[in-house]
């Protein structure tokens, strides 16, 4: 008989989690004003919010957090951490950073202006966010297919390269700072880039004269996707797919919250020195000096092992096959989610769900609303809410897709947990037609309003 899959990991240290009843979760939602970023841990019982700092670090990791040299200059741990990014990555230059989007800030202060145009695959909204907020605009050019969930396409976080040439014809190349390509591409649904397209974009890119950037938070899932999906890759290490992959861009920005399992860090990696001597200014600005960035020594050593820890296969394999069961299990159910199911997280098509609720509603929210009721599973709304309004006309910008994501912490949570989380959204399956209203804004933020958006129900 063929041996079941096991995890690659035992359990050393545990925290526990606390149930609640309905009423419980009723009274807390209300006095949350309807956004679950207003709960406190303990009224979640299985936090599916992110897959962003929440991950499990392994006991080499802990060590390196012993380990770690907080000197002001020149620390060891920044070192160790400079050569696992030359080794993993083949960057010369880079520069630490308290988390990914500190990182867009720092590289975009230095390179994006005003009236600038920055194409991309459906960039993430920290990410679009730093780019509106310089008064630059940014383009989607992700393939079409990624915004069909029955599409099985294996690789939809693709660029298309028609979308995309027609960005560098229609601007000239001065407006057009670089190209971002986010691997895996979180806003589709934690979907991978092939390396030939990652190819194909980088030599259209240059021929344009146009750099590359790779937003990389979760890069080591996009190599494992091209292990099992891409022909030529299926024998290669992820190590070897990674620098196979970097191959094709000029500099990365990195949330290492995620692929490099830490709860906080990130850096921006270059091969220009030119650009590196424009974006320390800033780093030192905002985030450091050079050779800490935001970071404590230890905090660096443990990033130094996360990204050695991130790129085995065994590791990926366990981590990715967990969201395949609980994805499996929702297939099953006739729940309709983004296929083939992404890396980090399950996206729930929440138009089809709840086709009954008015998208000026807010149909994604509401079912994460009505989740967390069932059973205290926290997801995320990453539809009309996320997407702000245009910050021209100041109207609701209704996003191709309107998700709920359930991102799995790395290493945290094991399928009994997966089987609860299924359970809970099949009952809200069940009784979908009877949820016909939604909710309305009674206070948001300018810019990023998700985070802080109160509401009233409908
Ligand atoms: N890029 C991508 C693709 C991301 O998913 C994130 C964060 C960032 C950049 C910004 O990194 O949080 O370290 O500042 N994504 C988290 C999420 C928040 O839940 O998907 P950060």
């Given at each position: 008989?063929?041996?079941?899959?096991?995890?690659?990991?035992?359990?050393?240290?545990?925290?526990?989690?606390?149930?609640s009843?309905r009423?419980?979760?009723?009274?807390?939602?209300?006095?949350?004003?309807?956004?679950?970023?207003?709960?406190?841990?303990?009224?979640?019982f299985?936090?599916?919010?992110t897959?962003?700092?929440?991950?499990?670090?392994?006991?080499?990791?802990?060590?390196?957090?012993?380990?770690?040299?907080?000197?002001?200059?020149?620390?060891?741990?920044?070192?160790?951490?400079?050569?696992?990014?030359?080794?993993?990555?083949?960057?010369?230059?880079?520069?630490?950073?308290?988390?990914g989007?500190?990182?867009?800030?720092?590289?975009?202060?230095?390179?994006?202006?005003?009236?600038?145009?920055?194409?991309?695959?459906?960039?993430f909204?920290?990410?679009?966010?730093?780019?509106?907020?310089?008064?630059?605009?940014?383009?989607?050019?992700?393939?079409?297919?990624?915004?069909?969930?029955?599409?099985?396409?294996?690789?939809?976080?693709?660029?298309?390269?028609?979308?995309?040439?027609?960005v560098?014809?229609?601007?000239?190349?001065?407006?057009?700072?670089?190209?971002v390509?986010?691997?895996?591409?979180?806003?589709s649904?934690g979907?991978p880039?092939?390396?030939?397209?990652?190819?194909?974009?980088?030599?259209?890119?240059?021929?344009?004269?146009?750099?590359?950037?790779?937003?990389?938070?979760?890069?080591?899932?996009n190599?494992?996707?091209?292990?099992?999906?891409?022909?030529?890759?299926?024998?290669?290490?992820?190590?070897?797919?990674?620098?196979?992959?970097?191959?094709?861009?000029?500099?990365?920005?990195?949330?290492?919250?995620?692929?490099?399992?830490?709860?906080?860090?990130?850096?921006?990696?270059?091969?220009?020195?030119?650009?590196?001597?424009?974006a320390k200014?800033?780093?030192?600005?905002?985030?450091?000096?050079?050779?800490?960035?935001?970071?404590?020594?230890?905090?660096?050593?443990?990033l130094?092992?996360?990204?050695?820890?991130?790129?085995?296969?065994?590791?990926?394999?366990?981590?990715i096959?967990q969201?395949?069961?609980?994805?499996?299990?929702?297939?099953d159910?006739?729940i309709?989610?983004?296929?083939?199911?992404g890396?980090?997280?399950?996206f729930?098509?929440?138009?089809?769900?709840?086709p009954n609720?008015?998208?000026?509603?807010?149909?994604?929210?509401?079912?994460?609303?009505?989740?967390?009721?069932?059973?205290?599973?926290?997801?995320?709304?990453?539809?009309?809410?996320?997407?702000?309004?245009?910050?021209?006309?100041?109207?609701?910008?209704?996003?191709?897709?309107?998700?709920?994501?359930?991102a799995?912490?790395?290493?945290v949570?094991?399928?009994?947990?997966?089987?609860?989380?299924?359970?809970a959204?099949?009952?809200?399956?069940?009784?979908r037609?009877?949820?016909?209203?939604?909710?309305?804004?009674?206070?948001?933020?300018?810019?990023?309003?998700?985070?802080s958006v109160e509401?009233?129900?409908?």
């Open positions: 008989m063929k041996l079941p899959f096991a995890e690659s990991y035992k359990i050393k240290v545990v925290e526990p989690l606390y149930k009843t009423q419980d979760r009723e009274q807390w939602l209300k006095e949350a004003r309807y956004n679950i970023f207003n709960l406190r841990s303990h009224q979640v299985i936090d599916l919010l897959d962003s700092g929440t991950g499990a670090m392994s006991q080499f990791q802990w060590a390196e957090i012993m380990k770690g040299d907080e000197s002001y200059a020149g620390a060891e741990s920044y070192f160790k951490l400079k050569e696992a990014i030359k080794d993993i990555f083949g960057f010369e230059y880079f520069l630490p950073t308290h988390q989007r500190a990182a867009e800030n720092v590289l975009f202060s230095a390179l994006v202006k005003e009236g600038d145009v920055v194409p991309g695959n459906a960039h909204d920290t990410t679009k966010g730093h780019i509106e907020f310089r008064k630059a605009e940014a383009v989607d050019c992700t393939i079409d297919e990624a915004y069909d969930t029955d599409t099985n396409h294996p690789f939809k976080g693709n660029l298309d390269l028609d979308k995309l040439e027609a560098y014809k229609k601007y000239p190349k001065e407006k057009i700072p670089f190209v390509v986010t691997v895996t591409c979180n806003t649904g979907q880039v092939s390396i030939e397209n990652l190819k194909q974009v980088y030599e259209l890119s240059h021929q344009y004269g146009i750099k590359v950037l790779f937003d990389s938070a979760r890069f080591a899932e190599a494992y996707f091209i292990k099992l999906r891409e022909k030529g890759y299926e024998n290669k290490t992820i190590r070897e797919i990674v620098a196979d992959m970097f191959k094709y861009t000029d500099m990365m920005t990195m949330s290492s919250k995620k692929d490099a399992i830490v709860n906080m860090g990130g850096f921006i990696g270059m091969r220009d020195e030119e650009i590196f001597d424009k200014t800033f780093n030192i600005m905002f985030e450091g000096f050079i050779t800490y960035g935001g970071m404590s020594g230890r905090d660096m050593a443990a130094a092992q996360g990204l050695y820890e991130g790129t085995e296969f065994d590791f990926l394999e366990t981590r096959k969201t395949e069961y609980l994805g499996n299990q929702l297939i159910y006739g309709p989610i983004q296929k083939p199911i890396g980090h997280a399950i729930v098509d929440a138009d089809k769900f709840l609720v008015p998208k000026a509603q807010y149909q994604a929210q509401t079912l994460t609303l009505e989740l967390y009721l069932e059973a205290g599973v926290r997801a995320v709304e990453i539809g009309t809410i996320l997407a702000d309004r245009d910050p021209v006309t100041r109207e609701n910008r209704y996003p191709k897709l309107e998700f709920m994501r359930m799995i912490p790395r290493r949570y094991t399928n009994n947990h997966m089987d609860v989380v299924a359970t959204l099949k009952n809200v399956y069940d009784r037609n009877k949820i016909t209203t939604g909710y309305k804004i009674i206070k948001e933020a300018p810019i990023m309003r998700h985070f509401l009233e129900k409908i």
